[in-house]
C-alpha cells in the first residue's frame, strides 16, 4: 500500500502546478482525499479535499486558485495549482481517508495512508 505524491517544483509567483497523488495497493476512489501543506516552522494545514462521493472542499486562501479532481483509471488524484504566491510555499502531502463523512476534512489524524510530500516553492 503506497500513496505517491508528484509534481513539485519551483515556479514564479503567478505561475501553475498540477500535483499527483497515485496510489498503489489499493483503491483512492473507495475513500477521500485530502491535500495538506506545511511550511517552514508552521503547523500542517488542510489545503483541499475530495470526499468518497466526489464533494470537495477548499480552504479559503486557495479556493479559486486551486482545483482538485481525480482520475480513477489512473488512480490518482490531481491538485492544480494556478495564480501561485509566495505564501503557498510548502511541502504538500496527499493523504486518504476511507470513509463518507466529510466532516473534520482538515484534521490530519482522520486519514489512514499518506503521501510522502513534495515541495512546491514559489519564488522569483
Known amino acids: 500500500v503506497q500513496l505517491q505524491a508528484s509534481g513539485g517544483g519551483l515556479v514564479q509567483p503567478g505561475g501553475s502546478l498540477t500535483l499527483s497523488c497515485a496510489a498503489s495497493?489499493?483503491?483512492?476512489?473507495?475513500?477521500?482525499v485530502a491535500w495538506f501543506r506545511q511550511a517552514p516552522g508552521k503547523e500542517r494545514e488542510g489545503v483541499s479535499y475530495?470526499?468518497?462521493?466526489?464533494?470537495?472542499y477548499y480552504v479559503d486562501s486557495v479556493r479559486g486558485r486551486f482545483t482538485i479532481f481525480r482520475d480513477n483509471a489512473k488512480n490518482t488524484v490531481y491538485l492544480q495549482m494556478v495564480s501561485l504566491k509566495p505564501e503557498d510555499t510548502a511541502v504538500y502531502f496527499c493523504?486518504?481517508?476511507?470513509?463518507?463523512?466529510?466532516?473534520?476534512?482538515?484534521?490530519?489524524?482522520?486519514?489512514?495512508?499518506w503521501g510522502q510530500g513534495t515541495q512546491v516553492t514559489v519564488s522569483s
Open positions: 495497493g489499493f483503491t483512492l476512489a473507495d475513500g477521500g
Open positions: 493523504a486518504w481517508y476511507s470513509g463518507y463523512s466529510a466532516d473534520a476534512w482538515r484534521q490530519s489524524s482522520r486519514y489512514t495512508y
Open positions: 475530495i470526499s468518497r462521493d466526489n464533494f470537495i
